[in-house]
């Protein structure tokens, strides 16, 4: 498909109106300049999310691309990329074409780009699905983040594996969502604002046995801030 | 005695080990408790000498009765005492459990009186995690060399890995430096595991997660052929998932050890653990990597780099065409990015700017590739040439890696 370099797309940021972009695309037969969320001063066209032409697209992934691939272009839609619409809009065009072959062309600049995004996506849930720390505050398992990509939607499950019986809250307080686990329910909701409650006796106790433990595992004679600074992002790793 | 102070203590005597991986078994929570286990493994923290924090790493008791010479909880060391109660245990593991600070329970301990009596209060203190509280988190714990196989049955059935540390690098070592520890009793267990899983022990869940050992390096004056030797014999005779290094720390003034003074041998650690990962991963064997005419690393250049540039003759692969194996030969080709290889170029001939995009790291493995446009040195022609560029980019890591070490002060040899 040829690139419009005059052209760009404005869209609500949603996943529908990305892949409404994806469409649209195919009826202008041009992959446009960029696509953005906010007006530029730049020659642009707003596309309106439709539904049915988005549920079109995602048939025609599923059918032509395969789950791999559809993972692969929500996990880049989670991404903070400043790229990223222009890179799943390329990777399903270039997919569209070639069907489901096209995620092992791994060294295709389209897909390369695509799966590096995805996989960045991935490092960071996992990062920040390891290094949280949940305090207990009246009952329930709560955790502030601040992740660079929006995978919240992405950790949720692993906790609910692990704590069935507990009740918890993740909040974002980067992308303003909240994940809640509640009388055995895992739902997202945006939240403008969260801080957590006080914390009690016991909270306090747990803190200091663990900041003990913390404190005397380190091997002195060994000691390398820098090394432990670079797997201890404060991002996730804030109490 | 307080909870605080107990933990202070018995974390101390526990630190020195280096497994705290939680590894080897993956599942979710029963709905009657908590507590799930991935098969990779999580690391929940670093500690400030950057090492991971993934179990809560404590002992049972430091009230040992044995005395070997390079452990800081030897019954000749004048040093506090402590000794947990079971529901302490239960208590610190399912509230750090809880809040996500650890991943689960890594509990050693010292000879306390027997071996079979330390078994027996560890088994105690598990029983009261996985029974009463429900707890499905990761248990690593420590088969006590000299335990009976019946309570060595018991303990696995709740643990999902258990590690007998073989100590030394050599028996003599071991006699010397731990007089109240025979080779065949810390080898004992090993067997048992072994034996166990040969016969189903695993989907019985026994010791679903398999076993590993720690051998202490530089307390003793083995070579690193003999190190990486006696890993490659624990791998293919024990079937051990892993074996770590633990560069000596010195924690004792006796004349057969390390000075006090002495620094740990950091990048001899780092170069074993390279080697065992191209032992476990890239299909290399502990004689191809060192020999008796070699028997030391090569200070400057990790083992895979140095066995490329003495075997010119390999080298240039054909990223195009060649195996797996041979691909992992290569310098800069990792496990991953092999793999993305293999996929890739049956879409597509592979180029160097498509390798940069499949993740080989270029910079190294353009010596070592057919076809590589614009790179004059070749590995093939003059490997002397390509062994100081590869020295000059191990430099640069390496400084970063050993930030507070003095790299200078590390034993040299070679």
């Not at chain 2, 010791?207 to 791998?235: H, N």
């Not at chain 2, 028997?295 to 003759?313: M, Q, R, S, T």
């Not at chain 2, 190294?364 to 980019?393: H, N, Q, S």
């Amino acid at each position: 498909m040829r690139e419009n370099k005059d052209i760009s797309y404005i869209y609500d940021g949603t996943y529908n109106g990305l892949l409404t972009c994806v469409f649209t695309c195919y009826e202008d037969k041009f992959i446009p300049a960029g696509v953005l969320t906010d007006a530029t001063l730049l020659p642009s066209k707003r596309i309106y999310t439709d539904k049915v032409k988005a549920a079109r697209v995602a048939r025609g992934v599923a059918r032509t691309m395969g789950s791999a691939a559809e993972n692969m272009i929500r996990n880049a839609y989670l991404s903070d990329f400043k790229d990223k619409e222009l890179a799943v809009i390329r990777f399903i065009v270039r997919g569209m074409a070639v069907g489901i072959s096209v995620c092992r062309d791994l060294a295709h600049p389209d897909v390369a780009r695509i799966s590096e995004i995805s996989r960045a996506v991935g490092r960071e849930a996992r990062m920040c699905l390891e290094r949280l720390k949940f305090s207990l505050i009246s009952g329930v398992l709560v955790s502030v983040v601040q992740p660079t990509h929006n995978i919240l939607p992405l950790i949720g499950r692993h906790f609910v594996g692990r704590f069935p019986n507990e009740d918890f809250f993740i909040y974002d307080n980067v992308h303003k969502l909240g994940v809640t686990y509640a009388k055995g329910k895992l739902s997202l909701a945006e939240i403008d604002d969260f801080t957590p409650g006080d914390i009690d006796d016991e909270e306090e106790l747990c803190r200091r046995l663990w900041k003990i433990f913390y404190d005397t595992v380190e091997i002195k004679p060994r000691r390398n801030e820098k090394l432990m600074k670079q797997h201890m992002p404060r991002r996730y790793a804030n109490m | 005695m307080t909870l605080e102070e107990k933990l202070k203590i018995l974390t101390d005597g526990a630190k020195y080990d280096a497994a705290c991986t939680s590894s080897g078994v993956s599942r979710i929570s029963g709905k009657d408790g908590m507590g799930s286990a991935s098969m990779g493994g999580i690391c929940h923290a670093f500690s400030g000498d950057g090492r991971c924090i993934s179990l809560l790493k404590i002992l049972l008791s430091n009230a040992c009765c044995y005395d070997c010479a390079y452990c800081v909880n030897r019954v000749s060391n004048d040093v506090p005492r402590a000794t947990f109660t079971p529901e302490e245990i239960a208590y610190l593991t399912i509230n750090l459990y809880k809040r996500y600070y650890i991943e689960g329970l890594f509990l050693s301990s010292g000879v306390l009186g027997s071996p079979d009596n330390t078994t027996q209060m560890m088994i105690k203190a598990l029983e009261l995690l996985r029974n009463k509280y429900k707890f499905y988190g990761y248990i690593h714990a420590k088969a006590i060399p000299g335990t009976s196989p019946h309570l060595l049955e018991v303990l696995g059935r709740l643990a999902d890995r258990l590690s007998s540390n073989i100590e030394l690098p050599s028996s003599r070592g071991l006699k010397l430096l731990a007089p109240d520890k025979e080779k065949r009793d810390v080898l004992a267990p090993m067997g048992y595991i072994r034996d166990r899983h040969l016969h189903g022990g695993a989907s019985e869940g026994f010791v679903r997660a398999g076993q590993s050992t720690q051998m202490i390096i530089g307390a003793t004056p083995e070579s690193d052929f003999q190190v990486i030797s006696l890993t490659q014999r624990l791998y293919d005779k024990y079937k051990l998932k892993r074996v770590f290094y633990s560069a000596y720390i010195p924690v004792a003034d006796n004349s057969l050890l390390p000075a006090l003074d002495s620094k740990p041998p950091l990048l001899r650690e780092h170069r074993l653990y390279q080697a065992d990962w191209l032992m476990r991963f890239y299909g290399f064997k502990a004689e191809e990597i060192l020999d008796e005419s070699r028997p030391y690393f090569n200070e400057f250049l990790d083992p895979k780099c140095n066995w490329a540039v003495n075997h010119p003759e390999v080298f240039p692969v054909d990223v195009n065409r060649a195996s797996y194996e041979l691909l992992l030969r290569v310098p800069g080709i990792g496990v991953k990015s092999a793999k993305r290889i293999v996929v890739a170029r049956k879409q597509r001939k592979l180029d160097l700017s498509s390798l940069k995009r499949l993740g080989v790291v270029v910079k190294r493995a353009k010596y070592f590739i057919d076809g590589a446009a614009g790179v004059k040195l070749r590995a093939a022609d003059d490997p002397a040439a390509v062994t100081v560029e590869l020295i000059r980019g191990e430099n640069a890591r390496q400084l970063s890696l050993f930030d507070d070490t003095d790299v200078g002060a590390l034993p040299i040899r070679g």
